[in-house]
């Protein structure tokens, strides 16, 4: 049972961070119906920003201001140059445009600030944590659980402020219909550059925590797709689905890892390692089969 425990606790922690990713897609799909496949070399643009500069000397904290600033900048100038040029334009698209900022940004990064893995070091001392979990025989690591908190303050604090502040009402709005928002006199295009900017700071934690746990390398780019089973339980339009649907991700990715192979050895025979790599997209896909909004998309009715 404790060890139970102890792999159950392993994996929400991780699942917060999943979560984290996520909610870079989630708010800009909200605001403009965009699958944004750039998220994922966004985490990466933000990792190599923190490290590129503390290499020249910079404390950690400027380094991460002047990575703030980067990814704001740079977000503020994707919905500029690339998505206002393409409103009411097809999803698809929309989608093809991401897809291409993806690979200018994975082209752009290394340029700039070199392609050599490297550590980022934000002084969470990633050792087990002292506590009433370790006489129950528990371990838990430090930077893990430091990690799952910067990641739910900030879930949370997004989560409230577009559902309580009035930039929060108007990217409702604008996510209904965009053509009732301008009717009404809500400016599209500034909406839409606050929320790209926003999933640029987004990304900057996100770049932060998971390099700093993996190493400042381009398998960053690959988080996008350990977000999608997220979004696809929780649901592409809900910031708190993204955060139940990290939970539910981080759990069972955990939990299956260590009770599947074994079971599945002794029926079949054979090597049944990786588990972990796959087993969130066969849950997202039964997901799929019996509710494909997610547990808190929205139902969409065509009416024909």
């Given at each position: ?177 965009h053509q009732a928002a301008l009717s009404i006199g ?26 700093a746990r993996n190493g400042v390398q381009f398998a960053?780019?690959?988080?996008a797709l350990k977000a999608l089973p997220v979004l ?73």
């Amino acid at each position: 049972m404790r060890f139970f425990l102890e792999v159950l606790i392993s994996g929400l922690l991780s699942g917060v961070m999943y979560s984290l990713v996520a909610l870079g897609f989630v708010l800009i799909y909200k605001a403009s119906g965009v699958f944004n496949f750039a998220q994922g070399a966004m985490v990466y643009l933000a990792a190599l920003s923190v490290v590129g500069v503390m290499e020249h000397g910079a404390p950690l904290w400027l380094a991460i201001l002047i990575a703030f600033i980067i990814m704001t900048l740079f977000g503020i100038a994707t919905e500029k140059f690339v998505l206002r040029k393409l409103v009411n334009q097809p999803p698809i698209t929309l989608f093809m445009a991401t897809i291409g900022l993806a690979f200018f940004i994975e082209g752009l990064a290394p340029m700039v600030f070199g392609s050599n893995p490297r550590a980022l070091d934000l002084g969470i001392v990633d050792e087990p944590i002292e506590s009433i979990l370790n006489s129950w025989g528990m371990v838990i690591s430090k930077f893990d659980l430091a990690a799952a908190a910067i990641a739910a303050v900030l879930v949370t604090t997004l989560a409230l402020f577009f559902q309580y502040t009035r930039i929060g009402r108007a990217l409702r709005a604008v996510a209904d219909d965009h053509q009732a928002a301008l009717s009404i006199g809500i400016p599209l295009q500034h909406i839409w550059a606050i929320v790209w900017g926003v999933a640029g700071f987004v990304a900057l934690v996100a770049g932060m925590l998971w390099g700093a746990r993996n190493g400042v390398q381009f398998a960053l780019t690959f988080t996008a797709l350990k977000a999608l089973p997220v979004l696809i339980i929780g649901g592409f339009t809900s910031v708190p689905g993204a955060i139940v649907g990290g939970l539910i991700i981080g759990a069972s990715e955990k939990l299956a890892e260590i009770y599947l192979p074994p079971m599945m050895e002794s029926a079949f025979g054979g090597n049944f390692g990786g588990i972990e790599g796959w087993f969130p997209y066969v849950l997202a896909l039964g997901f799929l089969l019996i509710r494909p909004e997610g547990l808190f998309g929205e139902k969409h009715i065509d009416r024909v």
